[in-house]
């Protein structure tokens, strides 16, 4: 048995593994985290780090959370898997409990991920009859060729040109501008309700009812991607529900399964008919084992009023930081616990590497921004200590300079 587990070695081992035998993202890791409780986690050489980035706005509940490893555990030893010609009570029930949440007699197509989650919508939007899809620059909504169509940053986009759709891009948070560009030849408009990987950019109040409203008049689907704010994380169920905004169309992921896959694609009121059985399909999306790990995610967030908690930590954190007065932070902005550090100078890469080495996990989606979307059971002593050190993080990038 010992024989089919990883073995323990330090990062170094690992790395050099890394190296010969990975294709990833992002190049070399900056560090190999073997173990995680709660916010916190430790790597391979036994350091302990807060983590303040929860696996990139998906460990809702941290991590090793008690009531997530008793619903998979207990699902794993009764059904790992079915195939989509059958259901389980896991996957009804979490589909019950997210159209619930999204009312308007929702329909859901699991995934098992947030860019296939967007696939899903994608070919939603082809149902209607129409092509057209206005997306928004600073959009990011996925690396496989369909979300990648929706992604506006050219450095991802442009090495696999040509890509599907027809797609034009308006800027964000400008309803005006979304007015202009939208009429009745368009499918759909895809935004994000608080752009995450531009940096965590807050459109103007009023954009997304604004949306709504121009895309009701063009008989338009309003889709909004909250693979990155949704499932408390900008403290809702959706970020929308801030705005009273009903969408057509709600692609989630990341937080859903506190780290298993699963994503999905909500389609609400007029759009639930759209898809039809047969018409689109997945051999994981809604596996039991990730769908009873989004049914403990979505009920310990209502048991323990985590909503709440994600409005209130997050304002006190966006206070303290502001209450900071550095002058190498020129803003801080988001909702709930997604919020951005705007930095007056490019300098967030370094500043985030100097966090890693000063035990605290978090990252810069932008040359001037850095990231903070931990867990929502973060403590105020967690964040305070980031809050603490962060004078001392920025100051010492000065001095260097
Ligand atoms: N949409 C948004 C808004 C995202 O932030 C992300 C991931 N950063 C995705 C889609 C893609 O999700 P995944 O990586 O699970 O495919």
New binding site residues.
Partial sequence: MTDLVPPQVGSATVLRGYADAMINAFGTPKRVFVRGEGCQVWDADGRRYTDLLSG??VNALGHAHPTVLAAITGQLSTLGHVSNFFATPAQVALAQRLTELAGEDARVFFTN??????EAAFKITRMTGRSRIVAAEGS?????MG?LALTHNPKYRDPFAPLPGDVTFVPYGDADALAAAVDDTVAAVVL?PIQ??NGIVVPPAGYLAAAREITARHGSLLWL?????GIGRAGEWFAHSAESVTPDLI?I??GLGNGFPI?ACLALGPAAGLLQPGSHGSTFGGNPVAAVAGLAVLGVIERDGLLERSRAAGDRLADALAALAHPLIAQVRGRGLLRGIVLNAPIAAAVSDAALDAGFVINAPRPDVLRLAPPLIISDAELDGFVAALPGLLDAHEAAA
């Fill in positions: 990139l706005a991920s947030g860019s296939e989650a967007n990011f909504h996925g690396r496989t979300a994000e995450g990987e991607d909250e693979v990155q704010t692609t992921a990341k994503g």
